[in-house]
């Protein structure tokens, strides 16, 4: 079983920026696409961005993109979200995901939660 430990949420305005990172446990971190989704009150989970093994391919949800860049560092079992121009609408519990059936793109019905990390943007 991996553990995926979120931080960096916050409180912000409306077009900052925030970073979040997600450290994983374990060895095999690098072998795995990794990922981020995020919850909104009353709202079902919704995937944000997903990143490839070798950082070779993203993919990002419509709304976040231009605006959200997800990476990694195989060394530090890490995988960040940066996210800028913030919008009240990306306010939400974002959970950092890791995928051990894919080296690809994580999907949601595979892959291992972190405990996820408050996000709220004021107008």
């Known amino acids: 079983q991996v553990q995926l430990v979120e931080t960096g949420g916050g409180l912000v305005q409306a077009g900052d920026s925030l970073r979040l990172s997600c450290a994983a446990s374990?060895?095999?971190?690098?072998?795995?696409?990794a990922g981020w989704f995020r919850q909104a009150p009353g709202k079902h989970s919704e995937f944000v961005a997903s990143?490839?093994?070798?950082?070779?391919?993203?993919k990002y949800t419509d709304s976040v993109k231009g605006r959200f860049t997800i990476s990694r560092d195989n060394a530090r079992n890490t995988v960040f979200l940066q996210m800028n121009r913030l919008k009240p609408e990306d306010t939400a519990v974002y959970y950092c995901?890791?995928?051990?059936?894919?080296?690809?793109?994580?999907?949601?019905?595979?892959?291992?939660w972190g405990q996820g990390t408050q996000v709220t943007v004021s107008s």
């Open positions: 995901a890791l995928d051990r059936q894919s080296g690809v793109l994580v999907t949601s019905s595979s892959a291992d």
């Open positions: 990143i490839s093994w070798d950082s070779d391919y993203t």
């Open positions: 374990g060895n095999t971190f690098m072998s795995y696409a």
